[in-house]
């Protein structure tokens, strides 16, 4: 079965499911964005923005774009680019999100990275942002890889920590405990401030954005109830 499971054509078949049934949820919940002014009018104005977060709440990351589109029609112009590993489970989550508009860079921190870097650095200078969860792709759990800050300190772009959180959901049992937003819920995404990052500040901007990233998912968790 698990042979099975791995065949391309079974994992297409069900990415494409996923992709479905996230976007069957996030049309059927009840979103409010919160914080995002700042980051928005970076990506209006046509400047470069990276935006990380916790890989947990990856599959409601979709509706912030969503959101913002509907708040700034001008950004259907925007390509937003998503980091994720060349591993299986990568490219998986990769083929289940491009149906929201999403384009792939893939490559990570053992495989890929400084090909992954390079084009991470053409699509930010193109002006359109970029995507990463810093603990990503397999842990651990809420502890940030350096990548996205040193990527703020190579490219000159604000990065901001965003995070998203559903009235209805399930906690799957997964390394990260990711939370698969269910149907008929209230939704929230909340952006932190921009966090910039000096040329030679990377390793001290570190622990600012695992604060930014934790706050950031506290902040949706409290608006829609659930406790700590």
């Avoid at 996923?18 to 976007?23: M, T």
């Avoid at 259907?76 to 508009?101: K, M, T, W």
């Amino acid at each position: 079965m698990r042979k099975l499971i791995r065949h391309p054509a079974v994992q297409a078949g069900l990415a494409r499911l996923l992709g479905a049934y996230i976007a069957f949820v996030l049309r059927t919940t009840r979103w409010e964005l919160l914080g995002a002014d700042p980051a928005l009018a970076e990506v209006v104005a046509g400047r470069p923005l990276i935006i990380a977060f916790w890989h947990e709440r990856l599959p409601m990351i979709p509706v912030l774009f969503r959101l913002a589109k509907v708040r700034h029609p001008s950004l259907a112009r925007v390509v937003p680019h998503v980091l994720v590993s060349q591993h299986r489970d990568g490219r998986f989550i990769g083929a289940a999100v491009e149906r929201f508009g999403f384009r792939m860079i893939y490559g990570s921190s053992s495989r890929g990275g400084a090909q992954a870097l390079v084009e991470l650095l053409r699509v930010l200078r193109a002006g359109n942002p970029v995507a990463i969860t810093p603990d990503g792709p397999r842990g651990p759990r809420r502890q940030a890889a350096p990548g996205a800050v040193q990527l703020a300190a190579l490219s000159g772009a604000p990065v901001v920590a965003v995070a998203a959180a559903s009235t209805r959901h399930r906690l799957l049992p997964s390394w990260d405990r990711m939370m698969l937003p269910l149907p008929f819920g209230r939704g929230v995404m909340a952006c932190g401030p921009l966090l910039q990052v000096p040329r030679d500040g990377a390793e001290a901007a570190l622990p600012v954005l695992t604060a930014a990233l934790d706050a950031a998912c506290a902040e949706a968790d409290a608006a829609v109830g659930l406790r700590a």
